[in-house]
């Protein structure tokens, strides 16, 4: 237990003690203790450091959520997980009401895998991510839908190599729809592989950030890891492999059917998209919109909505996407 509780050391109304025994202040209070201010800044009080105790001050109502969130971090910190303002920001949120916390889940807090070159840990970082992940580990198809910055297409890739290092799969295929070059893709210039790169980009730069430009090259070259636009997986099977269909929004149902008749034998797949971004011409129904009324109920399939609270970029889009969730649900009503 954290919160002192000593007979003749208790603490006044307003006032609650945390102790903070060999705990990384610095982990925990960020730089310039920049965490506490920005506690203080939400609850209303102040939190003063006196050697290895955290002294809270502030509205009665808000101590007991203050010191849940502290023993939170205190836990994460720990751990080896770094507290910023958005995972401080999301514990608070979510203690405070506006979602359900999600503890106890297998695995949460654990790495999923290490970055190449350091020792950086990827991890899950809210309770939607963890559930996204946990469907991903028990499940044979999984949609991700959320918008941006909730790390669908980062946390795809990240379980993909996982996959991939444990040999769990033989290959990693990368696909995307090229919805804004349409039937025109033939006449752009270069090869095939130049043609795509601007549209597989977002899955190169994830791949950079966990693996390493230089060995992404040997393992395509190698075909281990094998990026596509989506229109050249018609007449494919995919055996022994992690298969990840990012900016599923912009597939039409026949490419989205197409898609998922590919999975073979000892195979994983991964939908991800953002619903509200849909750029098909016309009134072209998704593929991703489409499936989830006739997939709902299907073993071995799951669906993870992931929303403005997951958002882990920068603090600024998640108002951004706050903001613009607001404008739509006040345009619907």
Known sequence: ???????????????????????????LLGPRDANLRLLEERFGGTLTVRGERLLVRGPVESLDLVQEVVEDLIQRVRHGQI?????????????????????????????????????????AR???????????????????TGPAGTGKTFLAVVMAMDYLKRQLVDRIVLVRPAVEAGEQLGFLPGDLQEKINPYLRPLYDALSDITGAAKISRYMAAGVIEASPLAYMRGRTLNNAFVILDEAQNTTVGQMKMFLTRLGFQSKAVVTGDITQIDLPGSRMSGLVHVRGILARTEGVAFVDLDGRDVVRHPLVRRIVDAFAAADADNQA
Do not use: K, N
């Open 1 to 27: 237990m954290t919160r002192a509780q000593r007979p003749d050391d208790r603490d006044p109304p307003g006032q609650t003690t945390i102790d903070l025994s060999g705990v990384d202040q610095l982990g």
């Open 83 to 123: 507290v910023d303002r958005i995972s401080l920001g999301y514990l608070w949120d979510q203690r405070a009401g506006r979602r359900e916390v999600g503890e106890g889940q297998p695995g949460e807090g654990e790495p999923l895998l290490y970055a190449t070159g350091s020792r950086q840990a990827l991890r």
């Open 126 to 144: 809210t309770p939607g991510q963890q559930a996204y992940v946990d469907a991903v580990r028990e499940h044979d198809l999984v949609f991700a």
